[in-house]
């Protein structure tokens, strides 16, 4: 395969050591790996038009633009696309990206391998970083920033995502979008899923975000917040890259 047909990444992940004085430490490890693009996909999960919770809406309103452009440029390497934003199939009903996805015929699931899965750094329910007492449907689509070609698909189903991945003999998984200790590691096409049925899974990190209220435990920045779930995710599931290593530059 041509090395111009190969995602070069720099994948970030953390290991438990002792230091040289006997003490536990958590070490961040870079390694260097190449992979095909066009045996992997890029997943968008819950990239939501809007949010009950404002500060929620305001970041992927901020991040959506950058998004686009990793989009666009990993389906130009050759990486399928895949976005799930759930709760909205209805609006993409006859949009071809779903009834792509739907046209593959359903398998039947693996039996997801057992593993450990400590707790997270907070509650992924500590709230609102913008006060909203109760949370409702504010969504309705993806994000319109997002453009969604009709060569990519659409879903909101790990059983339809792992048909795709088969259908398309995929082992390489990266997924961007919110919220990382929420969807991002339990909806049924999120990392743990993934992870389980032996998909080699990586998540971008300068495109994701918490669901974090500062003023609850561990009482830190919602920046820091953020960064805890993704040295959680580093530690315990898989490693992580920066966007830029998909969109080229």
Known sequence: MAKKDMLDLTLRSQRLEQDARGR???VVEESRRQVPAAKSVLLLCDV?????????AERVAAMAPRMNEVVKSARTRGVRVVHAPSDCMD??????????MLAIPKLELP???????????????????TNETAGYKAWSRQ?????IADEDAITESGRELYAFMRRHDLAHFFIMGVHTNMCVLHRTFGIKAMVK???DCFLLRDLT???YNPAMPPYVSHDEGTQLVIGYIEKFWCPSIHSRELAGR
Do not use: E
């Open 24 to 26: 536990n430490v958590w």
């Open 48 to 56: 939501w038009d809007d949010h009950s919770h404002r500060g929620a």
């Open 91 to 100: 609006f993409y009903a006859k949009h071809p990206a779903r009834k792509r």
């Open 111 to 129: 039996t997801m391998k057992l593993r450990p899965d400590p707790p997270l750094p907070f509650d992924a329910q500590s709230g609102s970083d």
């Open 143 to 147: 994000h319109p920033a997002i453009k």
């Open 197 to 199: 049925w032996g998909f």
């Open 209 to 211: 975000d918490c669901i």
